[in-house]
């Protein structure tokens, strides 16, 4: 297995997760905040793929796909065009909505795909491109993607942490 494939199979993981984790979850379950505390499952996978999403897009110079597939108006998430999440408070995880549990998952696929065919466009040694010199060592373009697809991974299986809580829910493992 090259370095393409394990990075595409990484990636497949936390969408696959999150398609599982909505099916049959109710709207109160979506939106429930554990001890009114924390993120909701939401919350979580919609972060998980707007940090994936931004950061992809930097890398390669393109438009997020949450523009370019009018995810806004999919999902109902009204935010400024380049919020991911990051920093939010209480109210902002709060208020975040979506009427359809599935619309996060194919947003998170979407972004994804977004990286996928950023790998179909480059050559292996491209991964070793330094792609960011504020951090020592700086940071190159194959580091970059573990981190954003580690981070996806993170926040679904925080996702299904509080799946399990709010909806006595297990995935079977």
Do not use: C
């Not at 972060?47 to 110079?61: K, M, N």
């Not at 949450?66 to 990051?86: L, P, V």
């Not at 970059?144 to 909806?167: E, K, N, P």
């Amino acid at each position: 297995m090259d370095a393409f494939a394990v990075l595409a199979d990484a990636a497949h993981r936390p969408v696959d997760s999150a398609n599982a984790l909505v099916r049959g979850l109710d709207l109160d379950a979506l939106h429930a905040r554990p001890d009114g505390k924390g993120n909701s499952i939401a919350w979580l996978i919609w972060h998980a793929g707007r940090q994936l999403d931004s950061q992809v897009a930097e890398l390669t110079g393109r438009d997020q796909v949450w523009h370019t597939g009018d995810w806004a108006s999919r999902t109902g998430i009204h935010r400024d065009d380049q919020e991911s999440g990051f920093g939010d408070d209480d109210g902002e995880v709060e208020s975040l909505r979506v009427s359809d549990p599935s619309v996060l998952p194919a947003y998170l696929s979407a972004a994804v795909d977004s990286l996928l065919h950023h790998l179909e466009e480059i050559d292996e040694s491209a991964l070793d491109d330094v792609v960011d010199t504020r951090w020592d060592p700086p940071v190159t373009r194959g580091v970059r993607l573990v981190s954003v697809i580690d981070d996806a991974v993170a926040h679904v299986a925080q996702a299904q942490y509080v799946r399990g809580i709010v909806a006595d829910w297990s995935i079977g493992y």
